[in-house]
């Protein structure tokens, strides 16, 4: 047995085909513009093709006792895939521009049903339109920038394609023809995008945080060892020797977790201007070996 595989872009086309419209010239912009994108002159009659069964039951259902059976044959070139056939009771010719705004809606969710797709949002936000012609083409560009969307275009093997970049301009056009459904999932994975970058930048910022504590602990350390044999934490004041201890004895500690060790605790800031006291002393006592000049064997 067959399993029907699912996408993005078939789910919102199934969901889409089973909403009719209730009003009556919304539907007739819907059939006109199925026979339109979707249609193609075979013997005198006008047929339309599609590989979802949820458009062909669309098609009928918008044509009524007009239409003709639903004759399915399989497509070598697709995989083997069904492909259903329909006789449309449609002129096929190019609709007049709809007056209404509803109706260049329906217009556009007929173009998606007919030659639209959505990729998967793992793969980067677009939509695209494969028309039939040219002129089909630009009449999808007009219903887009009639939502205030600017289109994209370009020739893939020989045929217009009408696309868009970016979730923003794609969320537009999708609620505009009633694919709510598909917004609800495709703002899903933002909000799953963003609060993974989030956290990546958040552990990313922790991680340098924690890289330069640990680098200026061991440089504390150090001169601190250096001033205890130098100087000798007998003489210093109380403050900066307990400071001094506490540095050596906990060398991964933070500031803050040194503060809170001290007698009484202290704030991380305290604590670091007794470091920066400690840090002040060693630079003296370093400059006058620093400064003494090197003496040669004769």
């Keep these: 047995m067959a399993l029907t595989r699912s996408s993005l872009s078939a789910d919102a086309k199934d969901a889409l085909a089973r909403d009719l419209p ?63 056939e329909i006789d449309f009771d449609a002129s096929g010719a ?32 677009h939509l695209e339109f494969v028309p039939p012609s040219p002129e089909a083409a630009a009449r999808i560009g007009r219903l887009i920038r009639a939502e205030g969307i600017e289109p994209r275009s370009m020739l893939r093997k020989g045929r217009p394609v009408t696309y868009l970049k ?23 994975v933002r909000a799953l995008k963003e609060t993974k970058n989030r956290i990546h930048r958040l552990v990313n910022t922790e991680t340098a945080n924690v890289v330069r504590a640990a680098s200026a602990a061991a440089v504390q350390r150090d001169a601190i060892a250096y001033l205890a044999d130098a100087y000798g934490l007998r003489n210093l004041s109380p403050a900066l020797r307990e400071a001094a201890q506490l540095r050596l004895a906990h060398p991964d500690e933070t500031l803050a977790e040194l503060g809170r060790r001290a007698l009484p605790p202290v704030g991380k800031a305290t604590l670091n201007g007794r470091i920066v006291a400690l840090m002040r002393l060693v630079r003296r006592l370093r400059e006058p070996r620093e400064q003494e000049p090197r003496t040669h064997p004769a």
């Design 94 to 125: 190019l609709p007049a521009w709809p007056r209404a705004r509803c109706d260049r809606r329906m217009e556009l969710r007929a173009a998606f049903l007919a030659c639209g797709s959505l990729a998967a949002p793992q793969a980067g936000y």
């Design 22 to 84: 209730a009003a009556v010239h919304c539907r007739v912009a819907l059939r006109d513009g199925l026979a339109y994108f979707a249609g193609a002159d075979a013997g005198g009659r006008r047929v339309v093709r599609t590989r979802r069964a949820s458009i062909a039951r669309l098609v009928r259902s918008l044509g009524g006792e007009r239409e003709g059976n639903v004759r399915r044959t399989i497509e070598p070139r697709l995989y083997r895939s069904t492909m259903f």
């Design 166 to 188: 970016g979730l923003d301009a794609i969320v537009v056009v999708l609620s505009a023809i009633g694919a709510h459904g598909a917004v609800l999932r495709l703002e899903d």
